[in-house]
């Protein structure tokens, strides 16, 4: 939580906002000092606000907060870099959502490695109600995805995010391999 920071100078101290009178009484000037030990922080934050919603310079403690403003969730072992990239995507992987190229952008931000979508595709009509659809009995995705080091790809985690992202129906598998 963000509060008081010791020794954070203000800049603008109130005293200077005084009329004359007040900025020679050494009371005044120690009585409005304390307003600027707990304004300072507050001014500077709003000062660099737009540092705090730019998810590639907020602070890190900051990140969670607005990564929670685009729905994203972190898991816990992800360095900092890779969430800042998460929450800076979000945005353009909400709007591919429900593509293969939507997908592929997600998986490749949530693990850094290379991805590779099979999807068996294909849209069916029938002119009868209830009538079975022509082709495969059920769409079909695979994802595979190339890492370093596949033990550190919690694959829990990345099923969750493919069983999040493709259509209910659609029957996927997913593999992490070594590459």
Request: charged share 20%.
């Amino acid at each position: 939580m963000r509060g008081t920071v010791p020794g954070l100078p203000t800049a603008t101290p109130l005293i200077e906002l005084l009329p004359a009178v007040y900025q020679e009484d050494p009371f005044a000037d120690r009585f409005v000092a304390g307003f600027d030990d707990v304004l300072a922080p507050v001014l500077s934050t709003m000062d660099c606000l737009v540092d705090y919603l730019d998810p590639r310079l907020a602070p890190e403690d900051f990140l969670d907060w607005l990564a929670s403003w685009v729905g994203v969730a972190f898991d816990e072992g992800w360095p900092v870099e890779r969430r800042r990239a998460v929450v800076a995507g979000a945005v353009e992987v909400y709007r591919l959502r429900g593509t293969v190229s939507g997908l592929r952008r997600h998986l490749a931000m949530l693990t850094g490695g290379r991805v590779e979508i099979t999807d068996s595709g294909g849209v069916s009509w029938s002119a009868r109600p209830d009538a079975p659809p022509p082709g495969e009995d059920s769409p079909r995705l695979a994802v595979r995805v190339t890492v370093p080091e596949p033990a550190a790809v919690p694959a829990g985690a990345l099923d969750a995010a493919v069983a999040a992202a493709k259509p209910a129906h659609v029957v996927h598998r997913v593999e992490v391999c070594a590459g």
